[in-house]
């Protein structure tokens, strides 16, 4: 007899709110063990408003990566307009020290591609810059900067607050102390359960683990017939994908090929009239020349 599986701590709740429930049925099943049955019945109220609490704190943490989506969003528009604006003075040239400057030597959509992160670190900068580049189309964006600067510091203030949160709640706080509290049952009620067999001797030796919901079997020893069937069953499916490659492979040829074959009879069609344009105007050239001579 083994005492039940200690529940870790980054179970998902769903997964204990299984193993209280497994028990509870069980214990109220049996007229022997119905004392028992108030404990995980409390414990099951108490998943209960612990998963709802799960729930809301997960939902923070989205909202504050949706609220950085759109503040990103925006920080991204300025970026492409600040670079519009930098090539309009530059004639087009990302490799000048103005556009540089700004940018950093990185592509706009290399630039932009973080969520905030360095994004936002080096946007921080810019507003000074902006002031004092001498451009005054420059000077015109950085007022609306800002304002955005400021948005999305309190963005990424509020996640690091939501995601902390989290962590404290799964760590140490209430979702830690309650997976505590449903092993500490579950090893106590064992230990009651294992005495009745005791003191009712038509009860089985294991009487107690029928009480807690097993772990699914583990996948029964490899078959060898089986693996020789999936490993022909796999070349045959290769084989077919081989085929239908080739034959991609000989229709795309095909397809270049006439397409080459297309290309080449319109240049030959477009040579033959140049000469023949050709032709007639040194025919005309001829005439021309026949009487100026004459």
């Not at 807690?212 to 084989?239: C, Q, S, T, W, Y």
């Amino acid at each position: 007899m083994t005492t039940p599986r200690t529940l870790s701590y980054g179970a998902p709740l769903t997964e204990v709110r299984s193993h209280i429930s497994f028990t509870v049925r069980r214990l109220r099943a049996h007229p022997l063990t119905q004392s028992l049955a108030p404990t995980f019945e409390a414990l099951l109220s108490a998943w209960t408003l612990l998963h709802q609490k799960e729930l809301e704190l997960a939902d923070k943490v989205d909202d504050t990566v949706i609220e950085g989506s759109a503040i990103d969003g925006e920080l991204n528009t300025f970026a492409h307009r600040t670079s519009h604006a930098i090539l309009e003075l530059t004639s087009n040239n990302r490799n000048h020290p103005l556009y540089t400057h700004f940018f950093g030597g990185k592509p706009l959509h290399v630039f932009t591609r973080p969520m905030l992160s360095w994004q936002l670190d080096a946007m921080r900068q810019w507003n000074p810059s902006l002031a004092q580049s001498g451009h005054a189309s420059l000077a015109a964006l950085g007022g609306d900067l800002p304002a955005l600067i400021e948005k999305a510091d309190e963005v990424v203030a509020a996640r690091a607050t939501a995601e902390q949160a989290v962590r404290l709640f799964r760590e140490i706080g209430e979702r830690k102390q309650f997976i505590d509290e449903v092993n500490a049952a579950r090893k106590e009620a064992h230990g009651v359960l294992s005495t009745l067999p005791h003191k009712h001797t038509a009860l089985p030796a294991r009487f107690a683990d029928g009480f807690f919901k097993r772990d699914r079997p583990r996948d029964e020893a490899p078959d060898l017939e089986a693996i020789e069937g999936a490993i022909e069953k796999l070349k045959k499916e290769l084989a077919e994908q081989e085929k239908a490659r080739e034959e991609l492979l000989a229709a795309q040829a095909a397809a270049k090929a006439a397409e080459e074959e297309q290309v080449k009879a319109a240049a030959e069609a477009k040579l033959a009239a140049i000469k023949k344009e050709i032709e007639l105007k040194m025919k005309e050239a001829a005439a021309i020349q026949a009487v100026i001579q004459a």
